[in-house]
């Protein structure tokens, strides 16, 4: 064979030039991460913290002696704290024993449950909540039905206060202890239990001095992200709270009534209780892989359950489950076809149409309140895939030289990064409104509070950390010796990226965009302090729906979105597998 | 004059040395080979080569031109990976034809090259397969042809046949030595299998935690290993702790061993002469060690400790006074547990270690 000349003669003399300039690709991607932290994540908390320590224009403490002063917020911090950790205890209790039972056994039935037990995760908080009325509330199907049985006078329960907060908390986020507990039995190797029992060990001491150690991690990530989940929750005491005042209400509340140094402090406070857990939540991502550690392992098989009596109990547990979790669904949707005003006191509506779904997709007012909130969304969901390939790029582990940033750096970045998914939405949003509502020091005479982009740009905020990490998953799964390979057969950095990289990872990077633009298209929390008529997104739309009474109408709005967000789950999950 | 040349290459992760002051050449059309066991710091030196790994000091030189801080894609060495590194995404033709397209080649340049890379490693006709419908040694083949196809300058080979089973594993070696001589090609082979590394390896370097111990062909090594690591990684060997005796000259070196006390004898020169009261190792392959001759030098009385019968040879302990020897024998016959027995320990064969 004839020997090509080599394509980069090695010219010692040009080399060395080289190495040391950094090539302006990433200066420029240096440069974007910089900005967008600044303007999203660093100067809004700022701005927040300082102006909490500031009263006509001196520095104080004053508002922070007169607020926690102040009985109403000793209790909305307890509340919000109660709440929370009480929610954490009720998911754990419901999550992990069917993590357990699904992850472990086999019988008829279980694959229903296990295709429907995210379903609370996708479906928006503001919706679930109205669907959670319509079948739970005293005025409810449940209720109703109850009543008009037994010829009740009054309702048989009211859908207010401690006991309804943590039972729509429990059915919400016990996915969050089931998907990950459930993820990490799967992980863990079954020869080490074989092992184990080899050794003598008990079932029972294999449970606890081998299964339950190795799953520690999920359960203290599940536990964390639903106490996140929780002090966020928004939707569902503003509702049905009843006198459970919680901080995320308090805020709300208090910059309705035009307190802004109340609510600002009361902002800070939730941000240090929200960004406490996220500190302890990030220690234990980093050991969260000893289990990856063991060698080929085997992957433990379904025990299907062979007794008569258990197998018919485990079948109608999870017939029930998937009825359970499908049931506010199924009523949003009947509701959604009842006529308005036909619906008083009787079990179910009386009468049936389709003018809800003509209403709001005839109507203009309507057509804009969609258009609003699918242009913001997309345009959100963009800017997050965008920066999600400029950050996982930036923040990229390689042995070699390539690194672009130290790993002192690295940590704080993706730690900033987080920082907007673990503030509370209402955070996020008075923060932004803090910063951007007035002349500031960044954006000069701009003010972006009252234009159409401030929607955009919370919505960016806060749904990119999911887009990040879907990334950089996608990421670590690809194996580093295909770029490895692809250098030593010639391919610029440049080349490696789009030859190589890019078509592994795109169908993770798309299946998370998608999630971050659904999530943001049912998005109530931080919309409502600070939407405009220029940006009104559907979730004001039901809200102000419900306040009238126009049930069905409601339910109509809450039925579309889920349909929207269905199918793009469902084109979400075959990227996924396509990935597989 | 070289043409790769390692010049004290260093490497460390956090606190451990994984590569220290490594100095090796390659000669152009050499089958070079770096053994040792597993962590013994192969690997990294291999990958510095390639340019995927920086080393903390040391040079490497390529054609007489420090390459050193080349990044991999402009060094145009072909490697190829211990599991394969195939890009999933692609199909075999797309595979092979990486390289040729990161060079800018025509189309028509292109195909030639992926067919006859292909028919070189004997799987003409796959171009359109996906990389799961291949086996494991179609996928090694396609790893190969992926290297060769850039017609490199230089062919790196990571450990690329342990995952391949045993049978296979022997028919593709010698289909390697024969494809890296008829192209013509330079390569540097890594592996912990030292009967590989002889049957490829023009030359080889024995690496142990990090060191280079000893450079030099596979028969030399195996039989005038220079360090008791080299001695006790290749193949099985009798290790005898001695003294050198005062009484030794240049030509006849004496040594008394420390476990049984026995005098023994084997030319020594100059260069090599022990310290007279330091302990030295002397080494023997059990297939030199003879039994039952009378009336030579090197000659130690002691009985047989245990027969182990492996086929086509068996293994004979011998108990010499307490030093413990073992020897390689084509027949046991004749021969008894308990039975005294004498062991000739052959000057010519008997090597002493630095």
């Known amino acids: 064979m004839q020997r090509d000349p080599l394509p980069g003669s090695p010219d010692p003399s040009k080399v060395t030039n080289k190495i040391r ?551 979400a999950g075959r990227l996924e597998r396509l990935r597989g | 004059m070289p043409l790769l040349s390692l010049k004290n290459l260093s490497r460390s992760f956090g606190n451990t040395r994984a590569v220290a002051d490594v100095s090796l050449d390659v000669n152009q059309g050499e089958f070079f080979g770096l053994l040792g066991p597993s962590g013994c710091g192969k690997t990294t030196t291999l990958r510095m080569i390639a340019g995927l790994e920086k080393p903390d000091s040391g040079t490497i030189e390529f054609q007489n031109a420090d390459i050193t801080n080349l990044p991999p894609e402009r060094r145009g060495f072909g490697m190829v990976f211990q599991n394969y590194a195939l890009f999933p995404h692609l199909n075999v033709f797309e595979n092979v034809a990486f390289g040729l397209r990161a060079r800018h080649k025509t189309k028509a340049e292109m195909t030639e090259r992926v067919t006859s890379a292909l028919e070189l490693v004997q799987l003409p006709g796959y171009e359109k397969r996906a990389m799961d419908e291949l086996s494991g040694g179609q996928q090694q083949r396609v790893a190969i042809a992926r290297a060769i196809a850039i017609e490199p300058a230089l062919l790196l080979f990571d450990e690329p046949l342990s995952n391949l089973d045993v049978s296979l594993r022997e028919e593709t070696r010698s289909e390697l030595r024969e494809l890296v001589t008829r192209l013509g090609l330079t390569a540097v082979y890594v592996t912990h299998d030292q009967e590989e590394a002889f049957a490829l390896c023009d030359r080889i370097s024995v690496m142990v935690g990090g060191k280079l111990m000893q450079t030099g062909r596979p028969r030399e090594l195996y039989e005038q290993p220079a360090e008791i690591s080299v001695a006790s990684f290749l193949g099985r060997n009798n290790l005898i702790k001695a003294m050198r005796l005062s009484s030794s000259k240049t030509s006849d070196g004496e040594f008394k061993t420390l476990e049984g006390g026995h005098t023994l004898h084997l030319p020594v020169n100059h260069g090599d002469l022990a310290p007279l009261n330091k302990p030295v190792y002397l080494a023997i392959r059990p297939e030199h060690v003879q039994l039952n001759a009378n009336g030579v030098p090197n000659s130690l009385p002691g009985h047989i400790r245990e027969i182990v019968f492996a086929g086509a040879t068996s293994t004979v302990r011998v108990d010499a006074n307490g030093l413990l020897l073992e020897a390689l024998v084509l027949r046991t016959d004749g021969l008894q547990v308990n039975q005294p027995c004498n062991v000739i320990l052959s000057p010519d064969h008997l090597t002493l270690l630095k």
């Open chain 1, 21 to 571: 300039l950094l090539p302006w690709r990433s200066v420029a991607l240096l440069l974007v991460t910089a900005m967008v932290l600044l303007y999203g994540v660093i100067y809004p908390n700022l701005s927040v913290v300082l102006s909490s320590f500031q009263r006509g224009g001196s520095w104080t403490l004053a508002n922070y002696r007169e607020i926690l002063g102040q009985r109403i917020v000793i209790e909305a911090i307890v509340s919000s704290l109660g709440l929370s950790v009480g929610t954490v205890v009720l998911c754990a209790l419901v999550g992990v024993p069917l993590a357990f039972l699904f992850e472990r056994f086999d019988f008829p039935a279980r694959r229903l449950f296990a295709a429907l037990a995210a379903l609370p995760l996708v479906l928006p908080p503001l919706v679930g909540t109205v669907a959670f009325i319509f079948l739970c509330g005293e005025t409810g199907i449940l209720a109703h039905g109850i009543q008009n049985l037994f010829g009740l006078a009054n309702p048989p329960w009211r859908l207010r206060g401690w006991a309804a907060l943590l039972l729509f908390h429990t059915y919400t986020m016990y996915p969050f202890f089931y998907v990950l507990t459930g993820a990490g039995l799967r992980r863990i190797d079954a020869s080490l239990a074989e092992a184990a029992r080899v050794l003598g060990a008990s079932r029972i001491t294999v449970l606890r001095r081998v299964v339950l150690p190795q799953l520690t991690p999920s359960l203290v990530a599940a536990a964390l992200l639903t106490f996140m989940t929780s002090m966020a929750s928004f939707s569902a005491p503003l509702l049905f709270g009843g006198d459970v005042r919680v901080l995320t209400l308090e805020i709300f509340t208090a910059r309705q009534r035009g307190d802004f140094v109340m609510a600002i402090t009361e902002t800070v406070i939730l941000a240090i209780i929200s960004l406490g857990a996220l500190i302890v939540f990030q220690r234990y991502e980093g050991t969260r892989r000893f289990a990856a550690a063991a060698m080929k392992g085997t992957t433990r098989r379904r025990v299907s359950i062979s007794s008569g009596a258990a197998r018919v109990l485990a079948t109608i547990a999870a017939v029930a489950f998937a009825v359970i979790l499908v049931l506010p669904v199924g009523t949003l949707f009947l509701v959604s076809f009842a006529q308005e005003g036909s619906w008083t006191t009787q079990t179910l509506p009386s009468a049936y149409t389709v003018a809800n779904y003509q209403r709001i997709f005839s109507d203009t007012y309507a057509a804009e309140v969609f258009f609003n909130s699918l242009t913001m969304s997309a345009i959100a969901a963009a800017a997050a895939l965008l920066w999600s390939f400029c950050i996982v790029i930036v923040l990229r582990r390689r042995r070699e030289t390539g690194k672009l940033v130290g790993e002192g750096w690295r940590r704080l970045l993706s730690l900033l990064i987080l920082v907007p998914w673990a503030l509370p939405g209402t955070v996020v949003a008075v923060s932004v409104a803090e910063a951007y509502g007035k002349p500031s020091l960044l954006l000069g005479s701009f003010v972006l509070v009252g234009t159409f982009w401030i929607l955009p740009f919370i919505y960016f905020l806060r749904f990119m950390p999911l887009v990040v990490r879907a990334l950089q998953a996608s990421m670590e799964q690809v194996d580093p010796t295909l770029e490895e390979a692809a250098g030593s057969l010639g391919a610029r950095a440049w080349q490696r990226f789009t030859r190589v990289t890019l078509p592994l990872v795109w169908p993770g990077a798309v299946a998370g965009t998608l999630l971050a633009f659904v999530i943001a298209l049912g998005e109530y929390v931080a919309s409502v302090l600070v939407f405009v008529p220029a940006n009104r997104p559907i979730s004001i739309a039901i809200a102000s729906e419900l306040r009238d009474f126009n049930l069905g109408t409601a339910a109509a709005y809450g039925v579309v979105l889920i349909v929207i967000i269905s199918i793009s789950m469902m084109v």
